[in-house]
């Protein structure tokens, strides 16, 4: 599928080391899911839930396909639209009181859609959410003052940095 482009294997697993403390019964949300496979390693190391949000028709469908084969419909929900809209919308992913622990934003880089992302996402973070954010490496960090850098890691031209939201403060 065009635009596609999957977190390289050396990022995935450095970013689920970093996780290894905070998967455990998260609810997850996985923004520009395309195969789903940050979601889906997310459930498969026991998150308790995963929205995934993906506007192409053939990737949902791939990755409703692969949920019903790794037996995780039950634990997972799959949305079209785009990601930004859905945020701003009252419906799922985005329902009032519907908070998230781990969030995965990963746009296909011509998007460049990861501020915005940031700014739209603290009311749908739980305290203490962990959120990762992939980019090119090349771009400079696009979050605010609002964001603290746990850490960050790069891989060919990307480069993965796992945030925390501080309460308070300006998104913008």
């Not at 450095?14 to 905070?22: D, G, K, P, R, V």
């Not at 026991?46 to 949902?60: L, S, T, W, Y």
């Not at 990861?114 to 980019?135: F, K």
Request: charged share 20%; glycine share 8%.
């Amino acid at each position: 599928m065009p635009g596609l482009r999957p977190t390289p294997n050396r990022l995935r697993e450095t970013l689920f080391n970093w996780l290894a403390f905070e998967i455990d019964g998260a609810r997850c949300l996985d923004l520009y899911a395309g195969t789903g496979a940050l979601g889906l390693e997310a459930l498969s190391r026991g998150a308790a839930h995963c929205d995934f949000v993906e506007p192409d028709r053939r990737a949902r469908a791939m990755l409703e396909q692969s949920l019903q084969t790794l037996q995780a419909t039950d634990q997972a929900g799959v949305h079209a639209g785009p990601a930004l809209s859905l945020l701003a919308a009252a419906g799922p992913p985005a329902q009032p009181g519907r908070s998230y622990d781990l969030v995965f934003v990963d746009p296909p880089f011509a998007d460049e859609a990861w501020a915005d992302v940031l700014a739209a996402l603290p009311p749908r973070l739980a305290p203490g959410a962990r959120v990762y954010l992939e980019r090119p490496a090349r771009y400079s960090a696009p979050w605010s003052q609002a964001w603290t850098v746990l850490r960050e890691s790069r891989a060919g031209e990307s480069m993965g940095a796992l945030l925390t939201h501080t309460p308070g403060e300006s998104s913008r």
